[in-house]
Nanobody, 115 residues
């Protein structure tokens, strides 16, 4: 059982930046995929960014060029650096990890971008 704890959310003005952190309870070297999802009120949860153990990353089109996902294996943590934030980025952001067929979720962290 991998436990994930997110942090770093908050209130920021449009154009600002935030960095989200997702700390895992064990080594992330054995985790195939670490992802950030978000869910805005009244909308479905959507995949924002993914980092694989093979070193690849992928992003939703709406955040490409603005968000960066990266891992710090020594700290068992994955980050989501969010720049040039827009009001439409407002959502609860969730960390997700997949190891084999097992998936794990964090509790979420609120990001609010004011116009």
């Amino acid at each position: 059982q991998v436990q994930l704890v997110e942090s770093g959310g908050g209130l920021v003005q449009a154009g600002g930046s935030l960095r989200l952190s997702c700390a895992a309870s064990e080594t992330i070297l054995t985790i195939n995929s670490m992802r950030w999802y978000r869910q805005a009120p009244g909308k479905q949860r959507e995949l924002v960014a993914e980092s694989t153990s093979g070193g690849t990353t992928d992003y939703a089109d709406c955040v490409k060029g603005r968000f960066t996902i990266y891992r710090d294996n020594a700290k068992n943590t994955v980050y989501l650096q969010m720049n040039s934030l827009k009001p439409e980025d407002t959502a609860v952001y969730y960390c997700n990890a997949w190891r084999g067929m097992a998936g794990y979720w964090g509790q979420g962290t609120q990001v609010t971008v004011s116009s």
